[in-house]
């Protein structure tokens, strides 16, 4: 596992702009955290990050956006689903499984249906008394291209220090 604490959308912004850029295809970004915790500002940074043209937005009245860029992000938001097994008739193997990025919102409703490798982005508030409200955003890989994934963009955090 991996914490970052981040104290503006901008900063949440930058971490996911360069975990993107170290993307390769066919990963899975599950997003949980409660309502506003930053789950979308978050997929702002991996869109731009793998050069989408348009700039993501939340999906919860459509359930899907996708995007073009390096390699083609799908961006699920499942908290209106009615019930876990609705996400079927979204197609979502051809996302889940395909060659480009998937970033499910609210990830934890939809757990059975995750990939066995993904990488879990759990982000929480947080009040520091000296930087104020901010947010704490862990990072847990599951799998072994997951946890490679992560151990780069820990070292790439490491040398911007």
Do not use: C
Request: aromatic share 12%; charged share 25%; hydrophobic share 40%.
């Amino acid at each position: 596992m991996y914490q970052v604490r981040s104290f503006s959308e901008s900063a949440t912004y930058d971490l996911a702009f360069r975990l993107a850029q170290k993307l390769r295809g066919s990963e899975l970004i599950a997003l949980e955290g409660e309502l506003g915790a930053g789950k979308t500002i978050f997929v702002k940074g991996l869109a731009a990050g793998l050069g989408a043209v348009e700039t993501a937005t939340s999906p919860t009245f459509t359930l899907l956006n996708l995007y073009e860029g390096r390699l083609p992000l799908a961006h699920f938001d499942v908290y209106r689903l009615p019930q876990p097994q609705a996400i079927e008739e979204l197609g979502y193997e051809e996302y889940f499984y395909g060659p480009g990025v998937t970033a499910v919102e609210w990830s934890d409703i939809i757990a059975a249906y995750l990939p066995a490798e993904y990488l879990l982005v759990r982000i929480t508030r947080l009040e520091d008394p000296r930087e104020g409200e901010g947010r704490l955003l862990e990072f847990v890989p599951y799998g072994e291209a997951m946890e490679n994934l992560l151990k780069e963009l820990i070292e790439d955090d490491r040398s911007r220090d």
